[in-house]
């Protein structure tokens, strides 16, 4: 015959032993979970403190840039505006005589010529307007 192992059925006593052996466990993972907790929490926190602080230093940057910016610019803008009138006061009240004036008014503008025959396709025609035809506007 072959040789069979007995197993026996664990005891009242023993399952009981186990039962507290394994509670002793959990109340040990138990607290070591509350302490990771609350240190997760803690840096939770204080992430959630330098990051309204980075906030609102780079608040404070962004507005003070912005101030810097808008007085440059109308720095800039006050130096062009009035380097441009001096030179146009300077330049124009030399060179504006009455006789320029005349003189540009007298030149011709534009210069035109009949159109040759390849060129009459692509272009717009256009015609001076009759005396009725402007009387027809108004």
Do not use: C, W
Not at 43 to 49: D, G, T
Not at 52 to 78: N, T
């Amino acid at each position: 015959m072959s040789e069979v192992e007995v197993v026996k059925a664990p005891t009242v006593e023993s399952l009981e032993a186990r039962v507290v052996e394994l509670e002793g466990i959990v109340k040990v993972f138990i607290e070591r979970a509350k302490d990771d907790d609350e240190s997760l929490r803690s840096l939770s926190e204080r992430i959630n403190e330098y990051g309204k602080r980075s906030e609102q230093a780079i608040a404070v940057i962004h507005e003070q840039l912005v101030k810097k910016f808008a007085d440059d610019l109308a720095h800039f803008g006050a130096r062009l505006h009035a380097s441009f009138a001096k030179d146009v006061a300077v330049e124009s009240v030399a060179r504006v005589t009455s006789e320029t004036i005349a003189d540009s008014l007298s030149k011709k503008i534009l210069v035109t010529r009949p159109a040759l025959r390849g060129e009459t396709e692509p272009v717009l025609v256009v015609r001076q307007a009759t005396a009725s035809e402007l009387r027809e506007q108004i």
